[in-house]
């Protein structure tokens, strides 16, 4: 947006996700281990196991949901891992209900396939709508960058980080 400071973009090298799957084993490992702490909570609202495998592993408790549902539970999350498109909910409907399920300082880490670079845009307008900050970008690939070959990536993942903002909803997010 103009005007708004740049946030940081990192690569991770892990796998692409399979067939059907919002990410790979490898990514929920990052997500897990980067986003939270041990007695953090993490709302599971992606497709396939690769996510929960990680919090099981990493020793976190989770919640296990399907984006569609209005409660998430009563505790509130560390983190919130979810696919994209969302559900039956407008894109700042879902991440209002984000904004109100996580804790202070949580984060929400939206997946996207790599391609379409409206979307990314798109989803940060709606989680600002929403009260969330934009903190991180994330983009995966299936191997490190060579050096002096950065444009040779094979980027298969957008992870955007969206983090639980102190501003008021309605002002701009510092």
């Given at each position: ?96 209900r ?29 989680a ?30 957008d ?16």
């Amino acid at each position: 947006m103009p005007g708004d400071s740049p946030v940081p973009i990192t690569v991770w090298p892990v796998p692409a996700p399979g067939d059907g799957e919002t990410m790979s084993i490898a990514m929920g490992v990052r997500l897990v281990h980067n986003l939270t702490h041990p007695s953090g909570l993490v709302i599971d609202l992606t497709v396939g196991p690769q996510l929960a495998r990680a919090v099981i592993a990493a020793h976190r408790r989770s919640h296990l949901q399907e984006a569609r549902q209005v409660g998430w539970g009563r505790d509130p999350a560390m983190l919130i891992v979810t696919g994209w498109p969302v559900g039956d909910a407008s894109p700042v409907e879902f991440f209002r209900r984000c904004r109100a399920s996580l804790e202070p300082g949580g984060c929400v880490a939206v997946l996207l396939p790599h391609g379409d670079v409206a979307v990314p845009v798109d989803v940060v307008v709606a989680a600002r709508q929403a009260g969330l900050a934009y903190l991180q970008h994330v983009v995966a690939a299936d191997q490190p960058p060579q050096h002096g070959h950065q444009d040779l990536l094979d980027i298969h993942t957008d992870v955007l980080i969206l983090t639980r903002s102190t501003t008021p909803v309605g002002h701009v997010d510092g």
